[in-house]
């Protein structure tokens, strides 16, 4: 009964921000992670970067430094902060959530 959608995507350039959100359709306090997800062409979907309830984050070595994630229980939201994205970072974005519940993506794309 748990349902996400992302937003926040579109089209940057190279060294360009966006955020993303993950808005659930209930509360996220019963969530013990919640994680972000990309799929490139061409490519398996991988974990990005996740959060628990308690608020600890774990990121992919590609994202460190750059991307920050982060939870608004009262919006029951969760942010996926990007900076100084490069091509490489060009996907459909998905959140997840415990339970093996997914969002219907939003796309990413870093190009001049």
């Known amino acids: 009964q748990v349902h996400l959608v992302e937003s926040g995507g579109g089209l940057v350039q190279p060294g360009g921000s966006l955020r993303l959100s993950c808005a659930a359709s209930?509360?996220?306090?019963?969530?013990?992670?919640i994680g972000w997800y990309r799929q490139a062409l061409g490519k398996q979907r991988e974990l990005v970067a996740h959060?628990?309830?308690?608020?600890?984050?774990n990121y992919t070595d590609s994202v460190k430094g750059r991307f920050t994630i982060s939870r608004d229980d009262a919006k029951n939201t969760v942010y996926l902060k990007m900076n100084n994205l490069k091509p490489g970072d060009t996907a459909v974005y998905y959140c997840?959530?415990?339970?093996?519940?997914w969002g219907q993506g939003t796309q990413v794309t870093v190009s001049s």
């Open positions: 997840k959530a415990d339970g093996g519940y």
């Open positions: 209930g509360s996220i306090f019963s969530l013990y992670v």
């Open positions: 959060i628990t309830r308690g608020g600890s984050t």
